[in-house]
Nanobody, 126 residues
């Protein structure tokens, strides 16, 4: 499975961006898709995840109410709509995929994911 993230850029505080991550390759078993981020000098942190059907979504407390994860299985793409961006959202955003499912308590654990995209940089200016 190959993941290609796009959509990052420079945006002022309060602005919006939509990230996309297209999956290709042997994707028939891909179940959970997620976004993580890593700010400068920080560890990678969970942002959001979504199950195959889109019926279950998970968002980190720091982004709840501002970010929304969604997916289009026909296009093999997962999205992250980011609104009301803050300077502390500045980071490289990575998409990740997991073959088969994860328990809800596991979706935030980066070690559980099988494949990772290359990352896209989001910079929020104050």
């Amino acid at each position: 499975v190959q993941l290609q993230a796009s959509g990052g850029g420079l945006v002022p505080a309060g602005g919006s961006l939509r990230l996309s991550c297209a999956a290709s390759g042997r994707i028939s078993g891909v179940y959970t898709l997620a976004w993580f981020r890593q700010g400068a000098g920080k560890g990678r942190e969970f942002v959001a995840a979504i199950t195959r059907s889109g019926g279950n979504t998970y968002h980190a407390d720091s982004v709840k109410g501002r970010f929304t994860i969604s997916r289009d299985n026909a296009k093999n793409t997962v999205y992250l709509q980011m609104n009301s961006l803050k300077p502390e959202d500045t980071a490289v955003y990575y998409c990740a995929s997991k073959i088969w499912g994860l328990a809800s308590r596991e979706v935030a654990a980066e070690g559980k994911y099988d494949y990772w995209g290359q990352g896209t940089l989001v910079t929020v200016s104050s």
